[in-house]
């Protein structure tokens, strides 16, 4: 009797969630592309100190090994690259990072003049699964947050440089 109080949970959807955001950067397309490609010597990662190294023979795919997260491999496989203009890859990140299964990053770049642009990213996520609401509204704020963070520190690297990036980090994590 008493089980008919009981909270009922109905199973979480795993995903796949999509999050897309934009912003204005204040470069022209051409600067800002080589921050988002991992062949790239002016990636943005790079710039900041972390590892990208090639995996294999195949130009596609990419190692980031994060100074802050030295024991996690991020191995990318670029499977759009329009240069200049879009870049997407997807993540195999091990071990695995919260309840993340897997990601596809997709960068548009979009001119607004010579002397600015445009960036949006969306995302393409999916989740383990098992989890209550609770749980997936945390991860989807985590996300959500992760990527606004991705682009800001993108625009500022563009438009002020590694150590601004560097310097914001240290606020904002």
């Not at 670029?78 to 890859?89: K, T």
């Not at 548009?108 to 996520?125: M, Q, S």
């Not at 563009?158 to 240290?170: D, F």
Request: aromatic residues 6%.
């Amino acid at each position: 009797m008493l089980g008919m109080f009981k909270k009922k949970t109905a199973p979480v959807p795993a995903g796949p969630f999509q999050f897309e955001v934009a912003v204005e950067v204040e470069k022209p397309a051409a600067d800002v592309y080589p921050l988002i490609d991992w062949a790239d010597r002016r990636n943005s990662k790079r710039e900041l100190g972390h590892i990208v190294e090639t995996l294999g023979s195949d130009p596609r795919r990419f190692r980031l090994i994060m100074t802050d997260m030295p024991d996690h491999r991020f191995d990318m496989t670029v499977i759009r690259e329009e240069r200049g203009y879009a870049y997407s890859f997807v993540t195999d990140i091990q071990p695995r990072v919260g309840r993340l299964d897997s990601d596809e990053e997709n960068y548009v770049i979009e001119p607004l003049g010579a002397d600015r642009c445009k960036l949006r990213l969306t995302c393409n996520v999916t989740f383990i699964g098992g989890m209550t609401m609770d749980e997936l509204e945390g991860e989807l704020m985590m996300m959500t947050m992760a990527c606004q963070r991705a682009l800001i520190k993108l625009k500022v690297h563009a438009e002020m440089g590694v150590e601004a990036v560097r310097s914001l980090e240290g606020e904002i994590g």
